[in-house]
T-cell receptor, first 113, second 115 residues
């Protein structure tokens, strides 16, 4: 089983739609979780961290389910500019200097007019 | 604050040639990572440094890849000799130590094409 798994998509949605991505992880000792956004031919950039209590940033909501070992990202009212690849990142290990950060393969989102 | 600096942006070499990439992390970031990203895949960790020590290099093809961070600041990644399958984007990232929720900060990456 892969350490971090994502549905590669692509997810094709119209503008204004709500779309959700899931990401599963295999290591129950994982400590921190992130969603990164990667535009074509660009470097990944932090979208949001995923806290145990869940968190929201505008149209984006992230949730963590430790019991089932998955994290989710919900995008409401999709915009054309949301088209990108969304990467799930999971850390494992102790001190941050020694934490390994593992990326999923990414989920591609295409928002159409 | 200045971001992670990488050079060169692009490199085209023939197989069996050697190549080196350079990275300067964000000032004060003790942890530095080199990732390899092949088209259509997520970044794969090659090597992780904490200051000038190697924390994880389990996925580094050590017969051809090497990396160093001698003074605990900037780092170089070398491939010698290159193979066709090394064509990828090489991403350097740095992270603040001591905070579990500290995110990765990436450089622009070096796009390597091996012909």
């Amino acid at each position: 089983r892969k350490e971090v798994e994502q549905d590669p998509g692509p997810f094709n949605v119209p503008e204004g739609a709500t779309v959700a991505f899931n990401c599963t992880y295999s290591n129950s000792a994982s400590q921190s979780f992130f969603w990164y956004r990667q535009d074509c031919r660009k470097e990944p950039k932090l979208l949001m961290s995923v806290y145990s209590s869940g968190n929201e940033d505008g149209r984006f909501t992230a949730q963590l389910n430790r019991a089932s070992q998955y994290i989710s990202l919900l995008i409401r009212d999709s915009k054309l500019s949301d088209s990108a690849t969304y990467l799930c990142v999971v850390s494992k290990g102790g001190d941050t200097g020694f934490q390994k950060l593992v990326f999923g393969t990414g989920t591609r989102l295409l928002v159409s007019p | 604050e200045a971001g992670v600096a990488q050079s060169p942006r692009y490199k085209i070499i023939e197989k069996r040639q050697s190549v080196a990439f350079w990275c300067n992390p964000i000032s004060g970031h003790a942890t530095l990572y080199w990732y390899q990203q092949i088209l259509g895949q997520g970044p794969k960790l090659l090597i992780q440094f904490q200051n000038n020590g190697v924390v994880d290099d389990s996925q580094l093809p050590k017969d051809r890849f090497s990396a160093e961070r001698l003074k605990g600041v900037d780092s170089t990644l070398k491939i010698q000799p290159a193979k066709l399958e090394d064509s990828a984007v090489y991403l350097c990232a740095s992270r603040q130590t001591g905070k579990v929720w500290s995110p990765l900060h990436f450089g622009n990456g070096t796009r390597l094409t091996v012909t």
